[in-house]
């Protein structure tokens, strides 16, 4: 089944202990991206990544970094977290001739 | 910058009642336009798009049309049912950003029985 997987799908940290969150895909993407998810502010991007080795920032990339060293995975990591950063995250993946994205179910991450 | 204005919900209907969520954007060129759905507890799923002016997206019964003049791409459906409340997002993507999107704040959708 093609499908983008999220891990873990909840957590609850503590402000500035290091956290990473996983995002995989299993249909050969070119494209993944990380957005945030709060309420009445849409989606917004925070990094993406056009292929391996190859990343940029989005509309929100302060306080978190990104990796791409393989093509399925697209990790997210806070090295320092702040309670601002308490939202929903989302990774999302599209081949490079679709427009379409494919989105993950989401991680709930808390910040005390 | 690129931007995408939706109404603000919630949206409170009953079953079989027409559906219209108002989205305009603003972008330089001719952006693609999409219709996301998120179900309680999922992630988003693509419900339609339209690449160019005058298209008509259409899906499970939802349409919308890429408006050049005015700038929108409003999504409707003719008869909504139970099933159908979710949170709605419009989106675009600029020609030149990529797989970046630019999404609208949401609108949830209630349709009561």
């Known amino acids: 089944e093609a499908q983008v997987t999220q891990n873990p799908r909840y957590l609850i940290t503590v402000t500035g202990k290091k956290l990473t969150v996983t995002c995989s895909q299993n249909?050969?993407?070119?494209?993944m991206s990380w957005y945030r998810q709060d309420p009445g502010l849409g989606l917004r991007q925070i990094y993406y990544?056009?292929?391996?080795?190859?990343?940029d920032k989005g509309d929100v990339p302060e306080g978190y970094k990104v990796s791409r060293k393989e093509k399925r995975n697209f990790p997210l990591i806070l090295e320092s977290p702040s309670p601002n950063q308490t939202s929903l995250y989302f990774c999302?993946?599209?081949?490079?001739?679709?427009?379409?994205?494919?989105f993950g179910p989401g991680t709930r991450l808390t910040v005390l | 910058g690129n931007s995408v204005t939706q109404m603000e919900g919630p949206v409170t209907l009953s079953e079989e009642a027409f559906l219209t969520i108002n989205c305009t954007y603003t972008?330089?060129?001719?952006?693609?336009l999409f219709w996301y759905v998120q179900y309680p507890g999922e992630g988003l799923q693509l419900l339609l798009k339209a690449t160019k002016a005058d298209d008509k997206g259409s899906n499970k019964g939802f349409e919308a049309t890429y408006r050049k003049e005015t700038t929108s791409f409003h999504l409707e459906k003719g008869s909504v049912q139970v099933s159908d409340s979710a949170v709605y997002f419009c989106a675009l993507r600029a020609n030149n950003a990529g797989n970046m999107l630019t999404f609208g704040g949401g609108t949830r959708l209630m349709v009561k029985p």
């Open positions: 972008a330089t060129g001719y952006p693609s």
């Open positions: 990544s056009m292929n391996v080795e190859v990343t």
């Open positions: 249909m050969n993407h070119e494209y």
């Open positions: 999302a993946s599209s081949s490079a001739d679709s427009l379409a994205q494919y």
